[in-house]
């Protein structure tokens, strides 16, 4: 077994889940120019919430985990939208960026610390729908939930871009982002689109703690550096640029199962973070985005 | 004043001195401590965040790093704590310096999660590097001693406490001078600082340097007091208080990080005390309640303001009742009391307080700086720049400037005499303004140069060519709106300080001198563009018309050879364009060559020696105002299709 | 058919516009010309629900428009090509056409739906250079045919009043010429519409009535025919008719 092939599919299954966080970021800076910085949160929320239903935590199991991962759907898109009504919206309407910046933190460790308080300080294991055997590709041993990884993150992001291109509520979206005003005249209610946007990014962030929670822990502090992590992705990739998120995580992805596997598992999220420190410092705009002009 | 001020200062001090024997408790005694530990790093805290307008995600790690420069110093190499303390605060400052590289790149969001991101890296090569930290075990360190003679908790709180009183001294100090100015300049308007000779690299970094440096102070004096410190402690929990604290507190206030500090430090003992919590609740919904019946009794119709309230306090009582204990929940409420603040208390407690103070007697809050009135009218100090007598000023050569596709500045030439009244005209989109950008530097062109009094300028920054002797207004004005009408001149005359931070820190006689003399100059140049009634007035705050000319007199601090008004006319009433056409005959009057952008075709034609007109980004005439205003090619530009009708 | 009374603006505390009175009536042109800086593109930005107006009332038909959101007023039938074309450069021509037509197109739209794809063909045929570029994306056309695409995008909707800001900004003198030809052919066809222009004479010579701005106010206003000869428009464009 090649180990330099083994650490690649890891780092790909990994990044493939950076890509759909970093995805949500770009959700809404594309709509409002607005961040959630509690956008890890909405990870372990999500993941969280899915252990409740699917495992024995709070009383259940309620449900299958396929039926789980709707659920899990729906409580994400519900949470976007709290944060965009309770921490986004007013900062838009009185123009503070400072505001959202803030409000997004505070919602943040709010959240955090009610899913301490509900769930504990622990981190529990997550159940794996899938068999735990792996499946060897290419000379490397693959867990099948890592390829459910895959193709469900890849999925969302297809269904998405087909919204976006098809139906005139997805083209409403990404007229949205390119101007809000222009977007307003022609009659597209653009703070409903901001909320979808929120929506949308938090259902992301769910969906992204179900997937990771098998393969990493469940616990109220797994989000802080995912969230962070990803916001990296969001910025290599260009936090305007669609498919390079997919690029920036798996770049991502890779470096982290070396340096874990290479170093010590207590560094693996360094290169990430020192990753997003160099792009901002020599190329804020991310490798795929573009280079907007100043106006005076 | 003086002397309620002086009494004052004498009460605090006496109250600071007697404070340990009053309280008589250990406990008390060291929450005291940590109180004006936090201040100092709150201090620091603010010029980022108050002043430069940045968020900072990254004290906690600063914090951490200055506590364990100072643990390690102390249990690896023996360092007394008046040695270690000090070494953590260059430590610290060199991070602090490494963290600006970024902020040098982004602003906003992107910096505050870079700062994040420096803060996260902080804690976790904290907890991984345990040949040096020690790891997650931590440091033990024994009581800090001096001469042999052991500090007690006591004994530490009066070291803390004098370098808490020194801290704030200092940090005063620096924040009410030409470098405090510039640190909000920053924030006001970066390009415009830029355009002042206030480099926004340099005082960017410094900014965040002294910051840093502050909090390196911090977690010294933390590590000794504390006596034993985790990685863990430095989280990004540490973080958010810090910030609840300074905003709560008050930004842009020495008071207010004291009060901040106090209030996150004391609050946890609140909660503990679940009665005393249940207590609060009730205050508060009775407070809320009173807000209800005075927005019923007043007879407005729009109940949407008091959702929140209503739904915030009802919530509060649910809590308070349903829960047993609340230290469970102390983030939460953090985090409650960061949207509170956000929403309801932007400008803080002490913030708040000024405002209701002001409302009353506002000469009690102002910003007024004190001007001795015996140098008056020296708006024109002597002429520094090393202006050559002959040819052009100003010669820009086949300048071409394109943006992707676009070529905004297409081969132009433009050459201005000294002396002289150049007038720049033409329609929208032809390409004026960013043939002043070019000119300032805020752009590089693509091609061509510009010589500035005998020396080419393409290529420099903004601010090195504005300390040549090149000023400038902008179309869409760039103030510093929070600044008083006469800082905003001051940060103008930035360039006439030699101090540096040590003589701010000691107040040398040097800066005093310097001061009063800028402070005269700038009060000289209000009155000469007509604002003297406007001096202490934030420049937000002025209409629109005067802020207009504020920033021609922020533009003629920097003592220019040549200044550049764009559009200075825009949205004038005519009596003020009656003002404004004196007041640039006045400077042309006193040597000063002026390029002027404008639409009003009356000002232009009217007191310009030669125009230029540019269409599509060419030149397409050039000569004295009658030849311009006949010239078809003018007339075409301007009327376009006339053909077809 | 577009009656604005006293119309009052102001960007932060800065007032632009100090009480505007006109009347657009149904199917004709009229026109807002006056030099930079008068308010020109400021009203119509109260209009269209860009911009909150401070005191004054908007009637669009029988309902009263003021203060609205933008979203909402286009549902009313008010279309709005911006001051700097603003089409969506990520997307292709026919669907920044199908935005335009999106209050038809949507549940909550209100506009009646009519033929969307007949208005496509009918938006195609008045403008062939688009035609040609259809599937291209909007932010590769030239300045010229993002203006038309701006136009149609705008026509779209089937709105009963069009505002047109600008329409030869940044255009090379013989797209000009289209432009106002094709303003000429829209008006033939009896859409009412309010167009603001730099290029006075031109607007003067499509419109049926012109109001001129100075300062945030209305200075002159009156048949087209006869502001064309009037001195004090001459000061509005090219000024300075008063001090030389």
């Excluded at chain 2, 407690?349 to 009353?360: E, K």
């Amino acid at each position: 077994m090649d180990i330099l092939m083994q650490l690649l599919m890891s780092g790909i299954a990994l990044g493939m889940i950076y890509a759909v966080i970093a995805f949500g970021y770009q959700s809404t800076f594309a709509t409002s120019g607005t961040l959630n910085f509690g956008q890890g949160e909405a990870l372990m929320l999500g993941a969280m919430v899915g252990l409740s239903i699917n495992g024995d935590v709070l009383g259940g199991p309620y449900t299958n985990y396929w039926l789980m991962i709707p659920l899990v759907l729906l409580f994400g898109a519900l949470q976007g939208v709290v944060v965009e009504f309770i921490a986004v919206r007013p900062a838009i309407k009185s123009k503070s960026e400072f505001g959202w910046i803030m409000s997004t933190i505070a919602l943040g460790i709010i959240f955090r610390n009610v899913a301490e308080n509900i769930w504990g300080r622990d981190d529990m294991p997550f159940p794996s729908p899938l068999p735990t055997a792996p499946i060897h590709i290419l000379d490397a041993n693959v867990l099948p939930m890592e390829l459910m990884v895959v193709v469900g993150a890849l999925l969302m992001m297809l269904l998405v871009e087909l919204f976006n291109r098809r139906s005139i509520y997805g083209k409403a979206v990404v007229a949205t982002s390119s101007d809000r005003d222009a977007a307003g005249l022609m009659g597209i209610n653009t703070g409903l689109v901001i909320t979808f946007s929120y929506a949308l990014s938090s259902m992301s962030a769910a969906f992204a703690g179900v997937l990771i929670a098998p393969i990493t822990l469940t616990g109220a502090s797994m989000g802080a550096v995912l969230g962070l992590k990803a916001f990296a992705v969001a910025i290599i990739g260009g936090l305007t640029s669609g498919l390079g998120v997919i690029v920036g995580g798996i770049l991502l992805g890779i470096a982290e199962t070396t340096t874990g596997f290479y170093l010590s598992t207590g560094y693996k999220d360094v290169p990430g973070l020192v990753l997003l420190l160099l792009v901002l410092a020599i190329k804020p705009s991310g490798l795929f985005g573009k280079t907007t002009i100043k106006k005076v | 004043m003086k002397a309620v001020r002086i009494l004052g200062l004498l009460a605090i001090f006496v109250l600071l001195a007697i404070l340990p024997r009053w309280i008589d408790n250990e406990y008390y005694v060291h929450q005291v401590v940590l109180i004006a530990i936090y201040a100092v790093l709150l201090f620091g805290l603010d010029i980022v965040v108050g002043y430069t307008g940045e968020v900072s995600l990254a004290h906690a790690g600063l914090f951490g790093i200055g506590a364990y420069a100072a643990g390690i110093l102390n249990w690896k190499m023996g360092w007394p704590f008046y040695l270690a303390i000090p070494s953590s605060i260059f430590v610290t400052a060199a991070f602090g310096l490494l963290l600006a590289l970024p902020a040098l790149r982004v602003t906003g969001p992107y910096l505050a999660m870079v700062t994040l991101a420096f803060g996260t890296i902080a804690e976790i090569l904290i907890n991984e590097m345990d040949f040096l930290t020690n790891g997650p075990l931590g440091i033990t360190i024994k009581k800090p001693a001096l001469f042999g003679f052991i500090l007690e908790e006591q004994h530490y709180y009066y070291v803390v406490v004098i370098v808490f009183l020194v801290a704030m001294l200092l940090v005063n100090r620096i924040l009410k001078s030409h470098l405090g100015r510039a640190f909000e300049a920053l924030r006001g308007s970066p390009v415009a600082a830029d355009c002042m000779g206030v480099s926004v690299y340099r005082y960017k970094v410094f900014a965040f340097a002294i910051s840093a440096g502050l909090a390196g102070l911090a977690g010294g004096m933390f590590t000794f007091n504390e006596l034993y410190i985790a990685p863990n402690t430095f989280n990004f929990e540490l973080t958010v208080l810090f910030l609840l604290a300074l905003i709560m507190g008050g930004r842009k206030t020495r008071l207010g990080p004291v009060l901040g500090a106090a209030i996150v430090v004391l609050l946890p003992n609140v909660l503990n005390d679940i009665e005393l919590f249940r207590y609060l609740a009730h205050i508060i919904a009775v407070g809320v309640a009173l807000f209800v019946i005075r927005h019923v009794i007043s007879g407005k119709r729009t109940f949407k303001p008091l959702v929140i309230p209503v739904v915030g306090a009802a919530a509060l009582e649910w809590s308070a009742h349903k829960l047993q204990e609340m230290t469970d929940w102390r983030i939460t409420i953090f985090g409650f009391l960061i949207l509170f603040v956000v929403y309801y208390l932007q400008e803080g407690i002490i913030g708040w307080i000024r405002n209701v103070i002001g409302h009353y007697r506002p000469q009690w809050v102002g910003r007024a700086l004190a001007i001795d009135k015996a140098g008056e009218g020296q708006v024109w100090a002597a002429p520094d720049h090393a202006v050559k007598k002959d040819g052009a000023l100003l010669e820009a050569r086949q300048i071409l400037m394109q943006f992707g596709g676009l070529k905004a500045l297409n081969q132009v030439d433009l050459a201005v005499t000294r002396g002289s009244i150049h007038g720049l005209i033409g329609p929208n989109g032809s390409g004026k303004s960013t043939m002043m950008n070019v000119l300032t530097g805020i752009y590089t062109p693509t091609e061509g140069s510009v010589v500035f009094n005998g020396s080419t300028i393409s290529g420099d920054t903004p601010s090195a060519i504005a300390l040549q002797g090149m000023a400038r207004t902008f179309q869409n004005l760039q103030l510093f709106g929070e600044m008083t009408a006469l800082e905003n001149v001051l940060v103008g005359l930035h360039h006439t300080y030699k101090s540096n931070l040590a003589d701010v820190m000691l107040n040398t006689p040097r800066y005093r001198r310097e001061e009063a003399a800028a402070r005269m100059r700038a009060a000289s140049i209000l009155r000469f563009v007509g604002l003297e009634a406007f001096m202490n007035e934030e420049a937000r705050n002025l209409p629109y018309g005067r802020q207009r000319l504020l920033e021609i007199g922020r533009a003629l601090g920097l003592n220019p050879a040549l200044l550049l008004l764009d559009e200075p006319a825009a949205g004038l009433t005519s009596p003020e364009i009656k003002d404004l056409i004196e007041i640039i005959r006045k400077i042309r009057e006193h040597g000063i060559t002026v390029i002027l952008i404008e639409h009003h075709m009356d000002v232009v034609m009217g007191i310009s020696d030669v125009v230029s007109v540019l269409d599509f980004g060419q030149k397409i005439s050039e000569g004295k105002p009658a030849a311009v205003q006949s010239d078809p090619k003018v007339i075409e530009a301007y009327l376009g299709g006339q053909a077809s009708t | 058919m577009l009656e604005i009374h006293d119309l009052k603006a102001a960007y932060g505390q800065v007032q632009v516009l100090h009480g505007i009175s006109l009347n657009v009536p149904q199917g004709q042109v009229v026109t807002l010309i006056g030099s930079n800086g008068a308010g020109k593109t400021t009203t119509m930005r109260a209009v269209s629900g860009m911009l909150k107006p401070s005191a004054g009332r908007i009637m669009l038909g029988s309902k009263d428009i003021t203060g609205l959101p933008a979203h909402r007023i286009a549902k009313i039938g008010l279309a709005h090509s911006p001051e700097g074309r603003r089409v969506f450069p990520t997307q292709s021509v026919r669907d920044n056409l199908l935005l335009g037509a999106f209050t038809r197109l949507t549940l909550g739209g209100k506009r009646p739906r009519g033929d969307i794809q007949g208005d496509l063909e009918k938006a195609l045929d008045l403008f062939p250079r688009l035609r040609e570029r259809q599937h291209q994306l909007a932010g590769t056309l030239s300045g010229g045919e993002q203006q038309m695409l701006a136009m149609a995008r705008a026509l779209m909707l089937k709105p009963e009043v069009l505002l047109l800001d600008e329409p030869s900004m940044g255009l090379a003198p013989i797209l000009v010429d289209e432009v106002f030809h094709i303003i000429g052919r829209l008006k033939e066809q009896g859409i009412t519409m309010l167009l603001v222009e730099q290029f006075a004479a031109a607007a003067l010579g499509v419109a049926d009535y012109g109001y001129v701005m100075e300062n945030g106010r209305i200075a002159v206003h009156g048949p087209a025919t006869q502001l064309r000869n009037d001195p004090k428009v001459q000061a509005a464009y090219l000024g300075g008719s008063a001090s030389h």
